[in-house]
C-alpha cells in the first residue's frame, strides 16, 4: 500500500498562486503516470495535468500556460504549481500516482482549493 499526502491547498485571491505539493510513501520512479485531478461541487472529477514516463507532460485546455506540474524524486513528492489563478480552477485537487504495468492506481486524499476574492 502506498500512502500520499497532499498539502498546499487553501483560499487565495484571483490572480493569485499556490503550488501543491503530493508525497508518496514509495520512490515516485516506481509509478510510470503521476498527475493532478481535481473535482469542484456538483461536477466529475476532471484530469488537470500528467505526466507519463513516455511522454510528454499534459495540461487540460483550461489550465494550460498557468499550471505546471514536476515531480523531485529525491523526495518522492509531485508538485502542482498553479498560477494566475481563477475562481473556475476551486475544487479539491487529488494527486494520482500509477504503476499501470503492475495494475497499481492510488489517490491522494484531496487538498481544497478555493479562489475568491
Known amino acids: 500500500q502506498v500512502q500520499l499526502v497532499e498539502s498546499g491547498g487553501g483560499l487565495v485571491q484571483p490572480g493569485g498562486s499556490l503550488r501543491l505539493s503530493c508525497a508518496a510513501s514509495?520512490?515516485?520512479?516506481?509509478?510510470?503516470?503521476v498527475g493532478w485531478h481535481r473535482q469542484a461541487p456538483g461536477k466529475q472529477r476532471e484530469l488537470v495535468a500528467r505526466i507519463s514516463t513516455d511522454g510528454n507532460p499534459y495540461y487540460a485546455d483550461s489550465v494550460k500556460g498557468r499550471f505546471t506540474i514536476s515531480r523531485d524524486s529525491a523526495k518522492n513528492t509531485v508538485y502542482l504549481q498553479m498560477n494566475s489563478l481563477k475562481p473556475e480552477d476551486t475544487a479539491v485537487y487529488y494527486c494520482?500516482?500509477?504503476?499501470?504495468?503492475?495494475?497499481?492506481?492510488?489517490w491522494g486524499q484531496g487538498t481544497q482549493v478555493t479562489v475568491s476574492s
Open positions: 514509495r520512490n515516485i520512479l516506481s509509478f510510470n503516470v
Open positions: 494520482n500516482l500509477q504503476a499501470t504495468w503492475r495494475g497499481w492506481n492510488y
